[in-house]
């Protein structure tokens, strides 16, 4: 039989520099929620098992088991459990990259695409990323840069829409830890110095490039992940006011109506009333 040579023509897609930012893999059940976010890096939202809905300003949608969705940079979005249903998936940040509709030359705010029949190729990347971020091996930064590169390539590839890429803005890599940080232990104790020393930056700087970044200080930020939480626990539970401030962070009962009236123009007793009413 006689050898075969195949030669691999130029592409565009060799030239993008995406940078992974994070990885982590998400199981809700149903006292989870969460309220509507930005990043201004690119996002990737895989669901592993369940169904749960996903929100962005133009509607929710209902996410079923290996659904994906990528969600362009500064898109508002956010997940939300269903009740009885189990909720899984994978979620990871990048930059480097944005999507477009390329028959209309259009940018788009996300893009949704059942992967069932290629899950095996595509949750072999998303876990071995994992895998990678988790162990943190010799060379495990280039490992990951490259199967990210794949992960992309596959999933153009597999789409049932034509995309093409651009590169994004240059994301700051303290920022987006901080802003997940805070994302996730927001009902805890948390400083402007302990933010710093976590993210291995000045205080100052961390501040000012927050600041810039999403165009609100991080302590601002912290208040008002703990001003969302409060309100769904005032809408939705019969906990006392002073419960619900020492639930969502908040160091005294009077720094939490302060706070909350600062936010919305009304105590959180006046907010619950409101709330009842209307409904």
């Known amino acids: 039989m006689p050898n075969l040579t195949y030669e691999i023509s130029e592409t565009t897609l060799d030239k993008i520099k995406m940078n992974l930012l994070y990885i982590s893999q998400g199981v809700y059940g149903n006292d989870w ?7 201004h890096c690119t996002e990737l939202f895989y669901v592993t098992r369940g169904t749960g809905l996903f929100q962005t300003e133009g509607g929710t949608t209902t996410l079923h088991e290996d659904d994906l969705m990528i969600v362009n940079p500064n898109v508002s979005h ?18 480097g990259m944005e999507f477009y509709n390329a028959d209309f030359n259009q940018h788009i705010q996300v893009f949704q695409a059942n992967y069932q029949d290629y ?28 199967l990210l590169e794949i ?10 829409i034509q995309l093409t890429v651009s590169p994004s803005q240059k994301v700051n890599k303290e920022c987006i830890f901080v802003e997940n940080y805070i994302n996730d232990h927001y009902k805890e104790n948390i400083t402007l110095d302990q933010l710093a020393e976590l993210a291995y930056v000045n205080k100052y700087y961390l501040a000012h490039t927050f600041k810039k970044q999403k165009g609100i200080s991080p302590i601002n930020y912290l208040l008002e992940k703990r001003i969302e939480e409060a309100k769904y626990l005032l809408k939705t539970t019969n906990l006392s006011v002073n419960e ?6 908040f160091s005294s009962q009077s720094y939490f109506a302060q706070s909350f009236k600062r ?11 409101s709330k009842s009413e209307t409904e």
């Open 151 to 160: 992960l992309m390539i596959n999933i153009i590839r597999r789409s049932n």
């Open 244 to 249: 619900i401030g020492r639930i969502v962070g």
């Open 119 to 146: 899950k095996h190729e595509i949750l072999f990347y998303l876990k071995t990323l994992l895998l990678e971020a988790k162990n943190k091996d010799q060379h495990y930064k280039e490992l990951c840069q490259n």
């Open 78 to 95: 956010t997940e939300i459990g269903i009740k009885g249903e189990i909720f899984e998936y994978i979620v990871l940040g990048f930059e």
């Open 33 to 39: 929620h969460s309220s509507m976010h930005t990043h």
């Open 263 to 273: 936010a919305l123009g009304k105590t959180p007793l006046e907010f619950r009333k």
